[in-house]
């Protein structure tokens, strides 16, 4: 994210030396919080701008987009994002005595299997279909003669625009309901999926791409979300491109110079086709 933040910088300088009176209005918009609960970063950044009535009407975000090589990549969307923090209500009881209990993980196995193999749509032409996945389990007190009193499931939906959050929600209710579960569910919703589709920025950017790389990137909108969601909120197309993401978030997380250097000739190319041309 540095690395595109730089390449960006150096873009417009060299844009605005050579094309001093362009027509457009460039401004960056550097937060934290993005992968946190992101609260005082881009989304703080865009309520403020929307009470001012100041509509971003194109974004580029230095999110690292790339596969293989700087640019073979261009995201114009990203799937939503919810996640599920589901408490499940049984009776804790000892392991000898069952019919005195209630075993809150055998009773919510059933539902979570079924959750698990539900089919919750086809995708369509720009996403893949929404995925259900299960990243934390916990029960029980440690001790092997112990039925557990809760079990606390955390799940995550990647949903495409083919549902919206209200319809996640309402389907995993009944699913729970449906096995008859004694359960709190909380709900955290991290984005809406948003795509640009067609546009002068999306034009713009596989251009560049292009002119820089000699073939034109391949538009996707997998992977996690980004402060582009936020970004979307105005009504503004949002394209990301940046470095290759093949060492992220690992030990050693690196970008070689030459990408760095493309990437900055992508960016700069981009204003041009955005500004400088008739």
């Keep these: 994210m540095k690395g595109s933040l730089a390449c960006m910088i150096v873009a417009v300088e060299r844009f605005i030396e050579n094309h001093p009176n362009h027509t457009g209005s460039i401004g960056f918009l550097i937060t934290s919080d993005e992968e946190g609960p992101f609260i005082n970063g881009t989304t703080r950044v865009v309520d403020t701008l929307m009470a001012r009535d100041e509509i971003i009407d194109m974004c580029i975000v230095g999110e690292p987009s790339s596969t293989h090589s700087v640019g073979d990549v261009v995201k114009n969307g990203r799937r939503g994002s919810i996640t599920g923090d589901l408490t499940v209500k049984g009776t804790q009881g000892h392991v000898a005595y069952p019919h005195l209990a209630n075993n809150p993980v055998h009773q919510a196995l059933p539902a979570l299997a079924e959750l698990a193999a539900t089919k ?7 996403f893949p279909p929404t995925s259900f996945q299960i990243p934390n389990l916990h029960s029980g007190t440690g001790a092997s003669n112990v039925i557990p009193g809760e079990f606390n499931v955390q799940f995550n939906f990647r949903f495409s625009t083919e549902l919206t959050d209200e319809t996640i929600k309402s389907r995993v209710h009944s699913t729970l309901d449906l096995h008859g579960l004694d359960y709190d ?27 820089v790389n000699h073939h034109k990137p391949e538009l996707l909108t997998t992977g996690g979300t980004s402060d582009g969601r936020f970004i979307a909120r105005m009504g503004a197309q949002v394209v990301e491109l940046g470095p290759v993401n093949a060492t992220i978030h690992k030990v050693n997380e690196c970008v070689n110079v030459a990408d760095l250097e493309k990437l900055t000739d992508m960016y700069e190319h981009t204003l041009i086709n955005l500004f400088a041309k008739s």
């Design 185 to 211: 569910l909380k709900w955290t919703l991290s984005g809406h999926p948003f795509l640009t589709d067609k546009g002068n920025l999306l034009d713009a950017v596989v251009s560049a791409v292009e002119e």
């Design 120 to 126: 919750w749509d086809d995708g369509n032409e720009y």
